[in-house]
């Protein structure tokens, strides 16, 4: 007598504006914000918040929480991330801050670079143990601190000891504790991090399982390419552990990909006040451009590194998120107490009010007492928002 193979679950099927509002509930957009777990909360909601050298009204480390809580002051953001041993910051999608407890969960990562067989700097004999020595009697330094962090040349030009401590970073034996100035703080694990996830006993696969996990959670739905990305796993490895994940397969309208739902998205419709607010071109929302594509119809690009020629919406440009939708971008700047939008794309004249509000709360939130329009790209559309930002201040000053 031959067994019947096991009965599979019925694929559960969403609506594309479902996906789009369970996207949004899961990185903090709608509903309201649990503003009592503050950064922190944001921090292990989001499970990772991306890093960048680049500051125009602040940094996106600073951008990701106020694009959820609102105008936080800015030290306690800093503080949030680097004070009480919260966080800690490793490779993830990209440079990123990451909750102290998923510390465990980058053993496999650790063990991939202890065991990478060759690097692009040389290090020389010695290095590694003199760095590793001066932090354990000296610690928490930054690389100028232990004697310099280039030779001199371009900035990808590193001195031999900010090579033996980035190394050490990479192998885990070496925490960046804080950001001071921009440069890194570094001190040793066995200090910074908490004894009791101190630890790198977790099997790969139960490290890369836990991540997809977090991915799901952190998106609430997405695709193969989506959950891989989100921490930067290969997608071979996330075929390996996504049965195990506790993720549930869906089917999305319009996406022509299989896809997979954190159970708990799935639990209850989302409800709730959408924000308005400008995003960093590295908020988790969006920082995946064909997801964005996907579920906005929005294409959006980081054009920092485009020749400035060659630039269609600017250098930063950031999107307006509003009513749950891309609404348009700002391409901002800061001259003393004035916020200024060097170049404004808006979607339709629905767009004009909330870009008003969104300039207005930045502006405030970053100190400057008034906001001035350059360009604006449709040009009829160009008084009504000077007469909605005067409304917007004017509404903010009462």
């Known amino acids: 007598m031959t067994s019947e193979p096991p009965v599979q679950p019925p694929v559960v099927e969403l609506s594309a504006d479902q996906a789009r509002r369970i996207a949004l509930r899961a990185q903090g957009f709608l509903g309201a914000p649990d503003r009592r777990a503050g950064v922190p909360g944001v921090l292990r909601h989001l499970g990772a918040v991306q890093l960048d ?4 009204l602040a940094r996106s480390h600073e951008l990701v929480p106020y694009a959820r809580l609102g105008g936080i002051g800015r030290k306690a953001v800093e503080e949030a991330y680097w004070s009480g041993g919260r966080a800690f910051e490793y490779w993830s999608h990209a440079a990123c801050v990451l909750p102290v407890e998923e510390w465990p969960h980058f053993a496999f990562r650790r063990r991939a670079y202890r065991a990478r067989p060759q690097w692009h700097h040389e290090l020389p004999a ?6 590793i020595a001066q932090l354990r009697a000296e610690g928490p330094l930054t690389a100028t601190q232990l004697g310099g962090a280039k ?14 401590v980035e190394r050490a970073l990479m192998y885990g034996e070496v925490v960046c504790t804080e950001r001071r100035g921009w440069k890194r703080v570094y001190d040793l694990a066995e200090r910074a991090i908490p004894d009791r996830f101190l630890h790198d006993d977790l099997s790969d696969q139960e490290c890369r399982r836990r991540l997809v996990a977090l991915a799901g959670r952190s998106l609430g739905v997405g695709t193969r390419s989506d959950l891989a990305d989100y921490h930067r796993l290969k997608a071979e490895d996330f ?12 089917s999305v309208e319009g996406w022509g990909k299989p896809a997979w739902a954190d159970p708990r998205a799935l639990a209850a419709e989302p409800r709730g006040r959408h924000r308005t607010t400008l995003l960093s071109p590295f908020d988790s929302l969006i920082w995946e451009r064909a997801r964005t594509e ?3 119809g929005f294409t959006h690009r980081l054009e920092a590194y485009t020749p400035k020629p060659k630039r269609v919406h600017g250098y930063f440009a950031m999107p307006l998120l509003a009513g749950g939708r891309l609404q348009g971008r700002v391409d901002p700047a800061r001259e003393g107490t004035t916020l200024v939008a060097r170049q404004v794309s808006l979607a339709s004249p629905k767009a004009v009010a909330p870009m008003a509000e969104a300039l207005v709360e930045a502006a405030s939130w970053v100190g400057c007492t008034d906001v001035r329009l350059e360009r604006v790209d449709t040009p009829e559309l160009r008084e009504p928002l000077n007469g909605a930002l005067g409304a917007a201040f004017s509404a903010a000053h009462r």
């Open 53 to 56: 050298t680049i500051s125009v």
């Open 126 to 131: 010695g290095t590694y143990d003199t760095v």
């Open 151 to 164: 030779n001199g040349g371009e900035w990808w030009d590193w001195s031999a000891t900010k090579v033996a």
């Open 239 to 250: 075929d390996a552990v996504v049965a195990g994940s506790g993720l549930v397969p869906v």
């Open 294 to 296: 996907r579920i906005f």
